[in-house]
């Protein structure tokens, strides 16, 4: 090898696999590409600067539309999240598009959140969402439209990587084109069941729950819920946040499922009388996943069906323990904004490049592709909560700070970032993974390493022996900085 690092074997490689690339983007059509301005079309900006000024009442409205098809069997959709080719045998639990529907009464229009119970959802596939929304007339003033997925790894591909093969579509159109339309639907069904009331939030901690099967270990164990409570005394509706890959049923699994998130909304569901549920995950990348995955992944006689009911469970009693909550003033400010970012990942543009997937993209110069996305900010109440609303799987450390040294990192760097931590002045702050887009693991830039001769087809190992999967489903190594930048320009804008 170190005869063949001194010809710079490796390189010339590189250097060809570059070059074939940059005359496939030349002999793309030019329909495969967009623009910022046409691609952000139907993306609501929301508050062009913040507001101080509260209102008298919460209102909200909770809506879900259940988005599993009638029989499986009838036709193949691939089980996303693992392996390719896997077709579901059968249901475990369904999945469910979730929309909440919030408003402070200042007459600055109202947001949705949305939840999709999937792996990952392209914007492409969120704007086509947001337009049938918008274009049906049965909203008022609505000023922001955010998409989720809550990452389960066992239900129907909504992305393409996980068809027949790795080079095919794993998509079912029919399947695609009913959750744009039953998402709307929610969405629309959230904004008409709306209704007054209050609206408070509360903190819990985790307590091994979770592990980081990547270093430097470094993870949010806190689980946040929002909850609204109306005043006529109907049923609560609660949004949950928490940090950890939705995979307990683990790689072999033939079922479409929910996974965890399902069991722990069915246990709050019971325990209160019939509550409302959404959940939406945070920063999971690098990675974030149950304390036992070990066991779900390597061991035969786990029962990985008894532990996904469990974790949900174990979440549910977190979120119904809360002792801590606290009352939101009727104010909320969120503000959205276009990012293009450099792609880098041969692997992913090729996937991009032949249908596999649909993400929206840019030509740029010198044959360069970028992936269009989009990062958001919200605060609710007076700078009593900050979401970050990320597109991609987040490195907790690029919102905690907790950065390998130049020391420890295999490439011998510091890290240098303004981290989200350091950009919200609000009392708690949490991230909101996969919104409005799904563009992959987003890592510290000075913890990226690629294998030295196949970057992103091949996993590599650094000198100290840790795998770098993540790597292979990142966009590049400039990502991190680009998203980090983006979201302290939009809120510095908005202040």
């Not at 704007?127 to 008022?140: A, Y």
């Not at 209704?195 to 270093?215: H, I, P, S, V, W």
Request: hydrophobic share 40%; aromatic share 8%.
């Amino acid at each position: 090898m170190a005869v063949l690092r001194f010809l710079r074997i490796p390189n010339l490689v590189r250097g060809l696999i570059s070059l074939l690339l940059s005359l496939i983007i030349i002999c793309v059509p030019a329909s495969v590409f967009t623009t910022v301005e046409e691609s952000s079309k139907y993306m609501l900006g929301g508050d062009e600067t913040f507001s101080s000024v509260a209102g008298e009442c919460w209102t909200a409205g909770f809506a879900k539309v259940k988005l599993t098809p009638e029989d499986v069997s009838a036709d193949t959709y691939y089980i996303a999240g693992y392996n390719t080719n896997n077709p579901a045998l059968d249901v475990l639990d369904d999945m469910y598009a979730k929309a909440v529907y919030l408003d402070d009464n200042t007459g600055r229009g109202g947001v949705i959140i949305c939840a999709i119970d999937c792996v990952g959802i392209s914007r492409a596939d969120i704007n086509d969402i947001r337009q049938k929304v918008i274009e049906s007339g049965k909203l008022g003033n609505v000023k922001s439209i955010n998409v989720c997925a809550t990452h389960t790894h066992s239900a129907i591909d909504t992305q393409g990587l996980w068809g027949s093969a790795f080079y095919s579509d794993g998509k079912n159109d029919a399947f695609m084109l009913g959750l744009k339309e039953k998402t709307a639907q929610a969405i629309i069904d959230a904004y008409e069941a709306r209704e007054n009331g209050k609206l408070y939030f509360g903190t819990a901690e985790a307590q091994g729950l979770q592990a980081d099967t990547r270093t430097p270990i470094d993870y949010d164990a806190t689980v946040t819920s929002i909850r609204f409570s109306p005043d006529d005394g109907c049923d609560d509706t609660y949004i949950v946040n928490f940090a950890c890959h939705a995979e307990m049923l683990g790689a072999k699994t033939t079922v479409v499922s929910a996974d965890f998130p399902a069991y722990m909304a069915k246990e709050i569901d019971e325990k209160t009388g019939g509550a409302n549920v959404m959940f939406i995950n945070g920063a999971i990348g690098g990675l974030i996943s149950g304390a036992k995955l070990d066991d779900v992944l390597k061991n035969p006689e786990f029962d990985c069906l008894a532990y996904t009911k469990q974790f949900g469970k174990d979440v549910a009693d977190l979120v119904l323990s809360t002792d801590n909550e606290k009352e939101l003033v009727p104010l909320i400010n969120i503000k959205s904004q276009a990012v293009s970012v450099a792609c880098d990942n041969t692997a992913l543009l090729l996937a991009r490049i032949i249908g596999v997937l649909n993400n929206d993209v840019e030509k740029t110069a010198f044959n360069k592709v970028a992936i269009i996305s989009e990062v958001s900010y919200m605060e609710l109440g007076n700078n009593q909560i900050g979401v970050y609303m990320i597109p991609g799987e987040l490195s907790p450390e690029l919102e905690s700070g907790n950065f390998f040294t130049a020391e420890e990192s295999p490439l011998g760097k510091e890290a240098d970032y303004k981290v989200l931590s350091e950009m919200s002045e609000c009392e708690h702050a949490f991230v909101l993974g996969l919104c409005n887009d799904e563009i992959g693991y987003i890592i510290p830039e000075n913890d990226f390493v690629l294998h030295e001769w196949l970057p992103y087809f091949n996993i590599p190992y650094d000198e100290s022996g840790r795998k770098h999967y993540e790597e292979t489903n990142s966009v590049g190594p400039q990502t991190a900085g680009i998203l980090l930048d983006a979201m302290d320009k939009l809120i510095s804008s908005a202040k």
